[in-house]
């Protein structure tokens, strides 16, 4: 496209602008563009160093107004544009003429631009139908193989996983029948166990009871007085106390039974020292010999007789 001002018709444009009123660099930049009917708008770089340069030659000035330089012309500004009229109305064709041109050649240019827009449009569309099918297709294609292998996958991991829970599951019942076994095991053999401490420690039981009753009745006889008396006494009371030695367990040959406690002068509470002691000795071979429920009963039977003799041996006489 020609330049829209041959060379100095722009200086002299601008002194026409500033003829009319003083203006600043930007409303010259926008006259322009109207005058030109928007097809062309100079650029500052273009406005501002003429105007600079016209100022130096004295044909303009400025005045500073809010920030911005507003130009005036000055008289020796007029004299150059009243010299060159002729000059100036020649300007004003041109301009009219380029601004016919620049619309002619921008419609050209915009014509052009989109006819070879919808050329290539066309092109590209016929080029790329198939392949853009044949892609789009490819990769709807393996999308679907992925999902089909990971839904495989999925399936072969829960197979696994129920496959690996039913082993589980075998192996817990297992292992819990196993420790059935052994825990029936333990207590047959704990039972059996007892039931040989026990027949061992039956006997030692009741003749520890014999024994210690033994030793309280022979107490009774030969001890405090009190005891003489009752170990002494005729009637219904001492015959009593005679058919209750009859039933009573013999006393075992050897040391006689707590011995080594000596007595301390109070009845009493040598009682409750011999007491102490039964409770200990049988609480011993308890621990050491095991309990069952036979054993328990055999032993109940062994102390009611004890506690009714020594009930009887206490009881006041009459």
Do not use: C
Request: charged fraction near 30%; proline fraction near 4%.
């Amino acid at each position: 496209m020609p330049p829209v001002f041959a060379h100095g018709r722009l200086r002299l444009y601008l002194l026409k602008l500033l003829d009319e009123a003083p203006r600043h660099g930007y409303e010259v930049i926008r006259l322009l563009e109207e005058r030109f009917q928007g097809l062309y708008a100079p650029s500052a770089g273009t406005v501002y160093p003429r105007l600079a340069k016209l100022e130096a030659e004295g044909l303009v000035t400025y005045a500073t107004e809010g920030g911005r330089k507003v130009y005036s012309i000055t008289e020796a500004g007029r004299a150059e544009l009243a010299d060159r009229g002729g000059e100036l109305a020649d300007l004003e064709l041109e301009i009219r003429d380029s601004v016919s041109e620049l619309a002619a050649e921008i419609r050209d240019d915009v014509r052009g631009a989109a006819g070879a827009l919808r050329r290539e449009m066309r092109a590209a569309a016929s080029a790329s139908a198939t392949p853009v099918e044949d892609a789009s297709w490819a990769a709807a294609k393996e999308e679907l193989r992925k999902a089909k292998q990971e839904w495989k996958e999925q399936a072969r991991r829960a197979k696994d996983e129920s496959r690996r829970a039913r082993e589980e599951a075998q192996a817990a019942r297992r292992q819990a029948k196993e420790a059935q076994e052994r825990a029936r095991e333990e207590v047959m053999r704990i039972a059996s166990q007892f039931q040989e401490q026990f027949a061992k420690s039956g006997g030692m039981l009741g003749n520890l009871a014999g024994s210690w009753l033994g030793g309280t009745g022979a107490g009774s006889g030969t001890g405090t007085g009190a005891g003489a008396g009752t170990g002494t006494d005729s009637g219904g009371s001492g015959a009593g106390k005679d058919t209750a030695a009859d039933t009573a367990p013999s006393a075992p040959a050897g040391p006689r039974w707590a011995e080594d406690l000596a007595p301390t002068g109070e009845p009493a509470r040598d009682l409750d020292r011999l007491l102490d002691r039964f409770r200990d000795d049988v609480r011993d071979a308890a621990r050491d010999h095991g309990v069952t429920p036979a054993k328990l009963a055999e032993a109940r039977a062994h102390l009611s007789a004890a506690a009714d003799r020594l009930a009887e041996t206490l009881r006041p006489r009459r």
